[in-house]
């Protein structure tokens, strides 16, 4: 049985890993298969919407095999897909409303990385990222 040996941290555009940089050096310099992370990254995130960046942990074990782990996408990924906005705020978005039971369903989809978390920490940190971004909260 192979022991894991240390792990490797990236976020990367789902469906679109390839040996280019920054994915290729990061694994090349490990000894890790190129070609075998992205075909089974890509495979795994088919499903996402396009331009979703997913934060990907990648354990390395010390015969160079690796299991890899979908964490959730960030919450400002999240809000940017729903709301289909590239940046932060602007004049245009003034309009941009989230309402409570959207942001608790925001904070399940962010529970699955954490259990621990309680849904009022999570809700708050939700709802602070949304006036980051412009967002106001619709009564």
């Given at each position: 049985?192979?022991?894991?040996?240390?792990?490797?941290?990236?976020?990367?555009?789902?469906?679109?890993?390839?040996?280019?940089?920054?994915?290729g050096p990061a694994l090349g310099l490990r000894g890790l298969n190129m070609m075998s992370f992205c075909k089974?990254?890509?495979?795994?995130?088919?499903?996402?919407?396009?331009?979703?960046?997913?934060?990907?942990?990648?354990?390395?074990?010390?015969?160079?095999?690796?299991?890899?782990?979908?964490?959730?996408?960030?919450?400002?990924?999240?809000?940017?897909?729903?709301?289909?906005?590239?940046?932060?705020?602007?004049?245009?978005?003034?309009?941009?409303?989230?309402?409570?039971?959207?942001?608790?369903?925001?904070?399940?989809?962010?529970?699955?990385?954490?259990?621990?978390?309680?849904?009022?920490?999570?809700?708050?940190?939700?709802?602070?990222?949304?006036?980051?971004?412009?967002?106001?909260?619709?009564?």
């Open positions: 049985m192979s022991h894991k040996t240390g792990y490797l941290k990236m976020n990367i555009e789902a469906g679109k890993a390839s040996p280019a940089p920054p994915v089974e990254f890509n495979d795994l995130t088919k499903n996402y919407k396009s331009g979703t960046i997913v934060p990907t942990r990648i354990d390395i074990f010390d015969d160079k095999s690796i299991k890899i782990n979908l964490l959730t996408p960030s919450v400002t990924s999240i809000l940017k897909n729903y709301f289909n906005i590239s940046k932060g705020p602007s004049i245009h978005q003034l309009s941009l409303e989230i309402t409570p039971k959207e942001i608790f369903e925001i904070a399940k989809i962010k529970k699955i990385d954490d259990p621990t978390l309680d849904y009022s920490s999570l809700c708050k940190s939700i709802y602070s990222t949304c006036l980051t971004l412009g967002i106001q909260l619709k009564n």
